[in-house]
C-alpha cells in the first residue's frame, strides 16, 4: 500500500519541521539570530493514466488522467533576515547595524566571515575583537592612552586621548552586503560564510547608500516570535499525528486483507 511509504514522508518531514522551530526557540535570545522557516515540495507522481493520452481511436485526449501522488520532501529552510529589536548594553564596543549589512570577522583560518552580532570587546593588544577573539576586519586599534571611546554612524572609531580637546580617528569600520543573504552558509557562533548562491560581499561604509547605520551601545536581538514559533510548532505535532493516523489506518485495512479466508 502506497499509503504507508506516504505517512512515513509526511511524518519525516513533520520531525524535521519540528527541529526546525525547537532550534528557532532555543536561540530566542541569541544576538542577531535569524529564524528559519521550513519549505516543503510533494513528491513524484506516479501515472496510472497519463494526462493528455489518447483514449480511443478516434483520438480522443483523457482531460485529467489518473496520477497519484508519492508524499513530500523537505525542500528548503528559508532563512528570514528580518531586522530584529535593538537592545541597550551601554557596552562601548557593543554595536547594532540598523538596516542591511554584516561586519567582517577574520577567522584564524584566515577566511573571512561574517555577522550581524555586534558584541565586540578588546583585546590585549587594543584591537577590536568578537567574543571569541577574532578580529574586527579591517582591523582597529584603541590606543591604550584612549580615555573616551565613541564610534559613530558612520563606523568611524573616534578616539579621545588625555590632553587632547579633539577626538582622533582609529579606524574605519565597513560593512558588506549580499545581493542573497538568506544564500550565506551558518558556520556556527553567530557567523555565515560566503556561497556562489549568496553572491559575493560587497563592503562600504555604514550609512551610506544601500548600507545600514552603526549604533554604539546596543545589540540587535533575535527576531524569532515565541507565539507564532508555537503556533507553528501545534500544527507541525497535529500534521505529524495525521500523517500516523495514516499509517495506522493503512496497517488496519491490511490486518483485514490477511484475516480474510
Known amino acids: 500500500m502506497r499509503s504507508l511509504d506516504i505517512g512515513s514522508t509526511g511524518m519525516i518531514a513533520q520531525q524535521r ?58 525542500a528548503a529552510v528559508y532563512r528570514i533576515h528580518e531586522q530584529g529589536n535593538l537592545s541597550a548594553t551601554d557596552n562601548t ?39 571569541d577573539g577574532y578580529l574586527l576586519d579591517p582591523p582597529i586599534t584603541v590606543q591604550d ?30 560593512t558588506v552586503n549580499f545581493q542573497n543573504e538568506p544564500g550565506l552558509e551558518a558556520i556556527g557562533n553567530n557567523l555565515y560564510k560566503e556561497t556562489p548562491a549568496s553572491g559575493n560581499a560587497t563592503a562600504g561604509n555604514p550609512g551610506t547608500e544601500g548600507y545600514g547605520t552603526i549604533l554604539q551601545g546596543f545589540l540587535e536581538t533575535s ?24 499509517i495506522q489506518t493503512s496497517d488496519e485495512m491490511l490486518g483485514t486483507l490477511t484475516s480474510l479466508r
Open 17 to 74: 519541521n519540528v527541529e526546525v522551530i525547537s532550534n528557532n526557540l532555543a536561540n530566542m535570545n541569541t544576538t542577531a539570530f535569524k529564524r528559519r522557516r521550513t519549505e516543503f515540495q510533494d513528491l513524484i507522481y506516479q501515472d496510472l493514466r497519463r494526462v493528455g493520452s489518447t483514449s480511443a481511436d478516434n483520438g480522443a485526449i483523457v482531460p485529467t488522467g489518473v496520477q497519484l501522488g508519492l508524499g513530500v520532501k523537505m
Open 93 to 131: 564596543f557593543d554595536m547594532a547595524i540598523q538596516g542591511k549589512g554584516f561586519f567582517q570577522v577574520q577567522l584564524p583560518t584566515g577566511e573571512t566571515a561574517y555577522t550581524r552580532d555586534g558584541t565586540f570587546q578588546l583585546n590585549e593588544n587594543g584591537q577590536i575583537v568578537t567574543h
Open 145 to 174: 592612552d584612549a580615555i573616551d571611546v565613541t564610534i559613530n554612524a558612520s563606523g568611524e572609531v573616534l578616539v579621545k586621548i588625555e590632553g587632547q580637546v579633539d577626538f582622533s580617528n582609529a579606524g574605519q569600520i565597513q
Open 223 to 246: 527576531n524569532v516570535n515565541a507565539v507564532e514559533e508555537i503556533s507553528n510548532l501545534i500544527s507541525a505535532q497535529r500534521a505529524y499525528e495525521m500523517n500516523s493516523k495514516v
